[in-house]
C-alpha cells in the first residue's frame, strides 16, 4: 500500500495508518514504539518528518503471528494501525527527531547482534569438535582425517577473528560518548556485524558437512546444528542486511576522509 499522508491531530495527538511486518514481541506487546511521519516529506531530506510514538494496544490497532524459522517464543508479528489515535503525550522526545532516535540506537543493537551470533557460532564450533573426535569412520577418529581438520580451522579461525574485532570494538564503546560512538564507530559495528554474520555462513556449511544427515534433524546429537542452519541467517537481515551494513561500512569512511591521499 502507499505511504499514507501525514495524520491529522485528533485532540492534540495523532491518528495513525500504517503496518509493519516482523515485529520481535507483537504477538504479545500492549506498547509498540512506533516511527511515524507528522510532516511532510522533504525530497532532500527523506528523514525529516519522522517522529517517535507509544502507541497502545487498543482500538484499531491489530496483530497477526507469523510463523518464522526461529523460535515460537518470539511472538513475531504483523501489526497493522488502522486510525489507532495517539495521545500527544506519548510522542517520544521531538516531533520530527524520531529518524535521529532509531539511529541512535542501531550501533548498540548491531553491537548485541554482533556478539550474540558470535557466541552461538562458537557453540557450532565446539559441537562439532567433539563430534569429530567421537565420531569413527573405518576405524578411525573423523579429526584424523585431514579435510576434517581443516574444516575445523577454518571454522576456529573466523570466530576467533570475530571475537577479537567485538573486544576492541567493544572497549572503544566503553572509552567513547554515545556522540563519539555515532561519529567513530558506526562504520566499524557495521563491519562487524557483516563480519559475524559471513563467518556463521561458513560455520554453518562446514558444520553440516561434519555432522551429515545429523545436521538436518531436529533431534539428537545434531540438534545444536540443525537449529543453527536453520536460524543464523537472521542476524544476516535483521538490524540491516548484509548489503547494507557493508554500504555503511565504506560510506562513513569516505565520510571522515580528507581526499588528499594519493598513490
Not at 220 to 238: N, P
Request: charged share 25%.
Amino acid at each position: 500500500r502507499p505511504p499514507p499522508p501525514p495524520p491529522p491531530p485528533a485532540e492534540g495527538g495523532f491518528v495513525v495508518n500504517g503496518l509493519k511486518k516482523w515485529i520481535t514481541n507483537g504477538t504479545f506487546a500492549e506498547y509498540f514504539t512506533t516511527a511515524v511521519r507528522t510532516g511532510k516529506p522533504d525530497p532532500k531530506r527523506p528523514q525529516a518528518g519522522i517522529s517517535l510514538l507509544v502507541v497502545e494496544r487498543g482500538e484499531g490497532l491489530t496483530t497477526t503471528s507469523i510463523k518464522t524459522s526461529s523460535s515460537a517464543s518470539a511472538g513475531t508479528a504483523l501489526v497493522v494501525y488502522e486510525d489507532v489515535r495517539v495521545p500527544r503525550a506519548n510522542l517520544i522526545g521531538q516531533e520530527g527527531k524520531g529518524f535521529a532516535y532509531v539511529m541512535s540506537n542501531f550501533n548498540n543493537e548491531r553491537w548485541g547482534m554482533a556478539v550474540s551470533g558470535n557466541r552461538h557460532a562458537r557453540l557450532i564450533v565446539e559441537e562439532c569438535f567433539k563430534w569429530a573426535s567421537q565420531r569413527r569412520v573405518f576405524g578411525r577418529p573423523l579429526i584424523a582425517q585431514p579435510v576434517i581438520r581443516n574444516k575445523l580451522a577454518r571454522m576456529i579461525s573466523e570466530v576467533e577473528s570475530v571475537n577479537h574485532w567485538i573486544e576492541s570494538i567493544t572497549y572503544q564503546m566503553c572509552k567513547m560518548s554515545r556522540e563519539e560512538q555515532s561519529e567513530k564507530l558506526a562504520g566499524p559495528i557495521a563491519l562487524l556485524k557483516l563480519k559475524q554474520t559471513r563467518a556463521a555462513t561458513l560455520v554453518s556449511d562446514e558444520a553440516c558437512q561434519i555432522f551429515g544427515g545429523r545436521a538436518v534433524t531436529r533431534t539428537g546429537m545434531g540438534q545444536q546444528v540443525e537449529r543453527f542452519q536453520r536460524t543464523f541467517k537472521f542476524h544476516a537481515i535483521l538490524g540491516g542486511s548484509e548489503e547494507i551494513m557493508a554500504d555503511l561500512g565504506v560510506r562513513q569512511a569516505l565520510k571522515y576522509w580528507d581526499g588528499k591521499s594519493k598513490l
